[in-house]
């Protein structure tokens, strides 16, 4: 085999990953009836997912570059499979929100893995360094095509055997991690950096760029799960529409767009500044959420939902290409920070805009409203991505006129 099936792999491995962050929110409908789970609790879970990833990316940051890539991509997808039956089993057997919270901590597990491992893996294969960022970009626009599958197999297939049976969904889910899984356990991977070439990782936090490039994460990755996470429930509840057309037009166009914007930069980035692109991102999805949020007419607010899609595509692999190049030494560590600040943000937003929908709504007939003002607490999270780009711009040229 050659390392471009390890590529192919790493695709699958961040469509699994979409799985694994974007099942339990087109559930929220079901667990919100079937077991009276309110905002802030949906919000928890999310919060639970994306937190149980930022320690495991913390404990992996070590880790990784000693034990080498396959042992932790393997573990990820075991851990993944594991997860999605335990969330179809556990709320028949224990309180079902405990149930779900423990089938949520396991496969976040195997998120928060993959995150680290993946796109260090496809750093280190061959690759020209010209196009390392437009490699970095069309490796993430995998997880919008994940989660473009995730959107519309769940939904479809909801529609199709109704909300009763809706435990067959993540089990029929454990198919993509269990066939990657044998193919990671078959392909080559690439070395890790050695520990004495290898940055320190005290070095890294003493530089400035570096902690702008880490809040520039946390930003990116609230500003992008935040929408991705509710648009599905802000859809059927907030603008009153039937959830297979709310989720198609919602959290399915959202990622169709995110994974156009990456798959376009992933084959024209090389062109391309990144640091006013992220910039510009960060503008329009700031005026995305505005738009969703405060639209009168239902489809105005859709657009923004949609649209919000292709805003947030260069953040989260913008990020990583710019400490990439910049910190070309720092290793599977470095990235394993970003993504700790990454899921950091992806918990804070989310759970923030339940936390905040849950105090404007004082009864289950205001959840439109709620969910609005939810999301337009989060307009906070794309404004700081565009003080963090610029910041991170400033410094770029102040480094290059020493």
């Known amino acids: 085999m050659t390392f471009e099936h390890t590529r192919r792999a790493c695709y699958v491995g961040y469509v699994t990953q ?8 087109l559930l929220f409908i079901v667990f919100q009836t079937r077991y009276d789970v309110s905002y802030e609790g949906l919000g928890r879970l999310v919060l639970l997912n994306f937190g149980t990833q930022l320690v495991t990316d913390i404990v992996a940051v070590k880790l990784v570059d000693r034990t080498g890539y396959r042992a932790p991509l393997v573990l990820a997808h075991v851990l993944s499979v594991v997860g999605f039956i335990l969330l179809a089993v556990l709320p028949g057997l ?15 597990i195997g998120g928060g893995l993959l995150e680290v491992v993946v796109s260090p893996v496809v750093d280190a294969l061959p690759t020209p360094k010209a196009g390392k960022a437009a490699a970095m970009s069309l490796l993430h626009s995998f997880y919008c095509w994940g989660q473009v599958a995730t959107v519309l197999g769940t939904t479809l297939l909801l529609a199709w055997i109704g909300h009763a049976a809706w435990k067959l969904v993540p089990l029929a889910w454990t198919a993509v991690p269990l066939v990657n899984l044998v193919a990671l356990c078959r392909v080559p991977m690439p070395p890790t950096v050695p520990d004495e070439h290898r940055m320190a990782v005290g070095t890294l936090f ?9 809040v520039l994460m946390f930003c990116a990755g609230a500003a992008e799960l935040t929408m991705s996470q509710w648009s599905s429930l802000f859809a059927e509840q907030g603008l009153g529409l039937p959830k297979v057309w709310g989720d198609l037009a919602g959290p399915c166009l959202f990622a169709v767009l995110m994974g156009a914007g990456r798959f376009a930069y992933g084959l024209w980035g090389e062109r391309i500044n990144l640091v006013p692109a992220l910039i510009a991102c960060g503008v329009l999805s700031t005026a995305c959420y505005l738009t969703a949020a405060l639209a009168t007419s239902p489809a105005s607010s859709l657009v923004g939902c949609a649209l919000c899609g292709l805003a947030v595509s260069l953040l989260w692999p913008g990020a990583f290409s710019l400490a990439a190049a910049r910190f070309p030494l720092g290793g599977a560590a470095m990235f394993g920070i970003l993504a700790v600040f990454g899921d950091a943000g992806a918990s804070a937003g989310p759970w923030l805009a339940g936390a905040v929908a849950d105090a404007v709504s004082g009864s289950s007939a205001a959840g439109g409203s709620a969910l609005r003002a939810g999301i337009l607490v989060g307009t906070l999270f794309p404004l700081g991505v565009v003080i963090a780009a610029l910041v991170f711009g400033i410094a770029g040229r102040r480094r290059a006129a020493v």
């Open 18 to 25: 979409a799985i694994v962050n974007n099942l339990a929110p």
């Open 94 to 108: 224990v309180p079902p929100y405990l149930g779900l919270s423990l089938a949520v901590v396991v496969y976040a």
């Open 206 to 214: 003493t530089s400035s760029t570096f902690v702008t490039t880490m």
